[in-house]
């Protein structure tokens, strides 16, 4: 279990993390969302003692990071993949963390094994590895001490589909023994699958903690509308705007909109006299959920150039 109580962190007058109160609960996986620059790492970094916070506690178990008797053997976590002294082999990495944290040689086998690097990969130095072996060696590391409780930030990156699938299958394996899995991704498709729970922040703030299907379902569906007249489609768009709706627009004839049915928009473009070469609704992806969700909480936003906002 991961306690967040009030954690806040300031840099100056940003606040990267600010009053967060979360339980990350084990035997599931949490998915950690947000926009770019919205805590993430941050909050992962308090999490590890890495960073003090400005106020408010992140406990493992119930302790602070700097309590625990046994750091290794009670959270493992990958945050920077590239954080390996470059001329040293992946085995030498691991064996030097097993040696001073009392780890048997053996379990460095074990854990190499377990992310699927041989004895040559690990025989090359670090500085040789792609970024998708430096993320295994990652695992590995975060792996040796059988913790109770896995933080990996952003694991999928420059992985494979073969190895994207493993690191999902190798979460939900990790969270069906009991442990906590801490998981960032801006890959949204890719957490839909492999997260059972969400936590999403937004400049700093907890936005939403609730099942995947939930934050999913609560997004309602998605209507897709396409017109071959862009003026109107744009008049369409302005109007659902002006209701409430998210309109995202894909090029000048077409829109997706949330927060809306089908119906409305077959009335407005009936109203509006917009011709309509398409009108469906779609279940939400968590994409167009988490999109929903962000809207007024990122930093750089592109706006779509016609219909004047995409926020509600
Ligand atoms: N050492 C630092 N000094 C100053 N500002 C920082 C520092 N670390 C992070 N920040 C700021 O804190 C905010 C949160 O950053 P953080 O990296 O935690 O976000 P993130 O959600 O992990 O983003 P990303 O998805 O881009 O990795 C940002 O505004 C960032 O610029």
Redesign the pocket.
């Known amino acids: 279990m991961i306690t967040l109580r009030t954690l806040t962190k300031r ?2 007058s ?1 606040a ?2 600010d009053e967060l109160t979360v339980d990350i609960a084990p035997g599931r996986v949490t998915g950690f969302l ?10 992962m970094r308090l999490i590890l003692g890495l960073d003090r916070p400005t106020a408010g506690q992140a406990l493992i178990g119930g302790r602070p990071y700097r309590r625990l008797r046994r750091p290794l053997h009670e959270v493992g976590a990958l945050l920077d993949a590239r954080a390996v002294h470059p001329a040293r082999s992946g085995r030498a990495h691991l064996s030097a963390m097993a040696a001073s944290n009392g780890i048997s040689e053996r379990r460095v086998d074990e854990v190499l094994a377990t992310v699927g690097l041989d004895e040559r990969a690990a025989a090359k130095p670090a500085r040789a590895f792609s970024l998708g072996m430096g993320q295994r060696l990652g695992i590995a590391g975060a792996l040796l001490g059988d913790p109770p409780v896995l933080m990996f930030d952003e694991p999928v990156n420059g992985l494979d589909p073969d190895g994207v699938r493993w690191i999902r299958q190798l979460a939900r394996s990790l969270a069906a023994e009991g442990r906590t899995v801490l998981i ?1 991704s ?1 890959l949204m498709s890719e957490m839909q699958q492999t997260a059972d729970w969400l936590v999403v ?1 937004g400049r ?1 703030r907890l936005i939403a903690d609730a099942p995947t299907a939930q934050v999913i379902a609560d997004s309602g569906v998605a209507v897709r509308v396409r017109s071959p007249r862009p003026e109107g489609l744009a008049a369409v768009a302005d109007r659902l705007t002006a209701a409430g709706a998210v309109v995202e627009s894909a090029g000048t004839d077409e829109l997706t909109v949330t927060g809306t049915t089908a119906e409305r928009v077959g009335e407005l473009a009936y109203e509006l006299k917009v011709p309509l070469h398409e009108l469906a609704s779609h279940e939400a992806s968590l994409e167009r959920a988490f999109m929903a969700l962000t809207a007024d909480r990122v ?1 750089y936003a592109a706006r779509p150039a016609r219909t004047g906002g995409a926020s509600a």
């Open positions: 840099f100056g940003t990267a993390v947000g926009p770019n620059g919205a805590g993430k790492s941050t909050t960032s801006h922040l700093g930093e």
